[in-house]
C-alpha cells in the first residue's frame, strides 16, 4: 500500500490569514483551515516529506511521524522550507533508537549519555535539493548543514542534515523508488517538482508554466497527482484555476489533489468547480492506493 497525506493545505500565509482572515473561505466548514504547504508521501515502505514548512512540528505530532527516509525539496521559500530546524526532533529519535539497540539507557531526563555515541553511525537526515534551494538552505541554516555528522558531540547541537543535490530531469533512487525532479518554470524562485516511480505519484509545487519536459517525465498514468493553486486568477509566480485544470486534464491521473490554497480559494467553491476525479485538499487529508 502506498499513502500521501496532504499534512498542510495552505498557501504561505495560511487560512484564515492576519491580513485578510477568512477572505472568500466560509469559516463554518473546517476544511478551510489551512496551515502551510508540506506533503508526507509513503510508497513501498519508503517514507519522504516534501518540504518542511513553518508548521511542521505540529503535522508530525498530529500524524504520528516519527520516521522519513528523506526529505525532497521544491524550493526555497519560507512557507516551504522554514520548519526544516524542527526535523532535529527526527534525528533525536533515532539517536534514541540506536541507544537502545545497543542495550544502553540514552534517554535520561532528556539527557544523552554520550560515552557510547562511537557504536552508532551516520544519523544525518538525507535531504534532496537542486543546486539553487541547496544554496539557500547552507546560507540560511548553516549551523544545520556545515559539516557532517559528528560521534563526539551533543547530537542536539550538531549538524545532522546531509544535502544532496539533484538535477532537473536526471532520476535517482531511494531504496528501490525512483525520482525524477522536474522543471517547474516562471515561479519568484527556482522550484522543482517530483515525479515518482515514473509517474504513479507526480507532486507540482510552485509554478506559473511547465515545460513539455514535465509531461516527458510522466510515463504511467498516475495513480494520484498533487497541484497547487494559491489563488483561483493567475497571479505573479503563481498558475491560476484555468491553468491547473488545463495540466490535470492533460497529465490525466486516476486522482488530483488541488493544495497550497489561499484565503480566496473556499473548499466547496473549488470543488463544485471540479469534476470527481479533482478535489481541492484539506489539512491531514490521506489518499492511499
Ligand atoms: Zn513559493
Same mark, same amino acid.
Given at each position: ?198 509517474? !504513479?505519484?507526480?507532486?507540482? @509545487?510552485? /509554478? =506559473? %508554466? ?5 509531461? *516527458?517525465?510522466?510515463?504511467? +498514468? ?11 486568477? !493567475?497571479?505573479?509566480?503563481? @498558475?491560476? /484555476? =484555468? %491553468? ?5 486534464? *492533460?497529465?490525466?491521473?486516476? +486522482? ?34
Amino acid at each position: 500500500m502506498s499513502k500521501v497525506i496532504i499534512l498542510g493545505a495552505g498557501a504561505a500565509p495560511g487560512v484564515p490569514s492576519l491580513s485578510c482572515g477568512w477572505g472568500n473561505c466560509n469559516p463554518e466548514n473546517k476544511k478551510n483551515i489551512r496551515t502551510r504547504t508540506d506533503t508526507y508521501v509513503e510508497i513501498n515502505d519508503t517514507k519522504f516529506l516534501i518540504d518542511t514548512s513553518p508548521d511542521i512540528r505540529q503535522h508530525l505530532i498530529d500524524n504520528k511521524i516519527r520516521y522519513i527516509d528523506a526529505v525532497l525539496y521544491t524550493h526555497a521559500h519560507a512557507d516551504h522550507l522554514h520548519g526544516i530546524d524542527d526535523l532535529r526532533e527526527i534525528t533525536r529519535i533515532r539517536l534514541h533508537d540506536a541507544y537502545m539497540e545497543h542495550g544502553e539507557t540514552a534517554y535520561h531526563h532528556g539527557i544523552y549519555n554520550f560515552e557510547g555515541l562511537d557504536k552508532i553511525g551516520d544519523l544525518s537526515i538525507q535531504c534532496y535539493a537542486a543546486k539553487e534551494t541547496a544554496k539557500s538552505i547552507r546560507r540560511s541554516f548553516p549551523y544545520l548543514v556545515n559539516s557532517v555528522f559528528s560521534k563526539k558531540k551533543n547530537v542536539f547541537y550538531t549538524p545532522s542534515f546531509k544535502i544532496n543535490e539533484v538535477k532537473r530531469n536526471h532520476s535517482f533512487y531511494i531504496n528501490d523508488i525512483k525520482i525524477t525532479p522536474i522543471k517547474l518554470l516562471d515561479h519568484s524562485v527556482p522550484s522543482i517538482g517530483f515525479v515518482f516511480n515514473d509517474g !504513479e505519484y507526480v507532486h507540482i @509545487a510552485d /509554478f =506559473k %508554466t511547465l515545460p513539455s519536459s514535465v509531461f *516527458k517525465q510522466i510515463k504511467v +498514468r498516475p495513480k494520484l497527482l498533487v497541484i497547487p493553486l494559491t489563488t483561483p486568477f !493567475e497571479q505573479r509566480g503563481h @498558475a491560476g /484555476f =484555468k %491553468t491547473v485544470m488545463k495540466i490535470i486534464e *492533460k497529465i490525466n491521473p486516476e +486522482r488530483a489533489v488541488i493544495n497550497h490554497m489561499a484565503t480566496e480559494c473556499d473548499y466547496d467553491e473549488i470543488n463544485a468547480q471540479t469534476p470527481d476525479f479533482v478535489e481541492p485538499a484539506f489539512d491531514g487529508m490521506k489518499i492511499e492506493w
